[in-house]
């Protein structure tokens, strides 16, 4: 909307103000992404994560009296089985995968599995999401403690396909999702140039006296420094709900050369938060006035 100068004579006799120079993005072409998912599957990946809150007790359908009131209630508060790690995993990564291909069916995926070293599950990266699936659904935690966690034939699996990902203008990231909360991963990678992004989910208990969480997270970081080419992001939880690993397997859509600086990043936004504001400024704009 056009408003007219409040002082200084008519529009007409107003001097234009300069326009302001116009700010423009050429667009450009973001290469695929071949994404390889290395999943732990150490015992620690068999504990089981919180339940989510049942629902709020319904009253029970029009005219239940007696009994029958509770008994419907009962119905619809039923206790909800607790989810295990692997299998909120196993979910994210089919969130993660459908999401990417409807973004752009042309991104790759492949598998590799962390127990004492990594072990490739499918080399061959594919953006065909049916035998992706299939792998997903596949994955299975063991029942074994592992004594170490040696990342250095991931770091070389990784090189090496990130020289053939280039030849292709294609984009090479590894996702590393870790579930140990006292195993502090170790490699012996020289430094190279960097030609991958590595991204890391940590999924850890809370902090006793007969874990290190903090101490295997800062071991995390530095491997992540070490080779990531772009901007990777470290994302942890110890709250056990499988709904924060959603939203920060959502967070991991992201293309590497569109991101910020971690340190920058205020995602995903607290709805509840937003929700009790917007509630208090209407409440506020509301308030009854007396007519005496």
């Known amino acids: 909307m056009d408003h007219a100068p ?13 326009p302001s120079p116009r700010y423009s993005l050429p667009p450009i072409r973001l290469p695929l992404e071949d994404i390889l998912f290395c999943v732990d599957v150490d015992a620690e990946a068999l504990s089981e994560m919180k339940a989510a809150p049942a629902p ?3 009253p029970g359908p029009p005219g239940a009296t007696g009994a029958a009131a509770p008994a419907a209630a009962a119905l619809t508060m039923g206790p909800r089985p607790a989810v295990k790690r692997m299998d909120a995993v196993k979910q994210a990564l089919m969130l993660f995968v459908h999401s990417k291909l409807t973004m752009c069916p042309d991104h790759r995926f492949a598998f590799a599995t962390l127990r004492d070293t990594v072990s490739l599950v499918k080399k061959e990266f594919s953006s065909d999401s049916a035998p992706a699936i299939e792998i997903i659904q596949s994955l299975a935690a063991t029942e074994t403690r592992y004594a170490m966690a040696d990342l250095t034939q991931l770091f070389k699996i990784a090189y090496e ?14 996702v590393l999702i870790y579930c140990r909360s006292s195993t502090k991963p170790h490699h012996q990678w020289p430094i190279k140039q960097k ?14 006296a007969d874990n290190c969480p903090q101490r295997v997270y800062d071991v995390l970081v530095d491997a992540l420094e070490h080779v990531s080419q772009y901007e990777g992001y470290i994302l942890e939880t110890g709250q056990g709900l499988a709904r924060v690993l959603f939203r920060q397997t959502c967070i991991l859509l992201s293309h590497p050369l569109q991101r910020c600086m971690q340190d920058d990043l205020d995602i995903p936004k607290q709805v509840v938060k937003k929700t009790l504001v917007a509630e208090a400024v209407q409440n506020e704009d509301s308030v009854p006035v007396s007519s005496q």
């Open 6 to 18: 409040r002082h200084g004579g008519s529009p007409s006799s107003a001097a234009a103000p300069p």
């Open 56 to 58: 709020a007790a319904s």
């Open 161 to 174: 396909e990130g020289k053939r990902a280039e030849l292709q203008g294609r984009l090479l990231r590894v």
């Open 195 to 208: 030609n991958f992004t590595m991204d890391i989910v940590y999924l850890h208990d809370k902090p006793t």
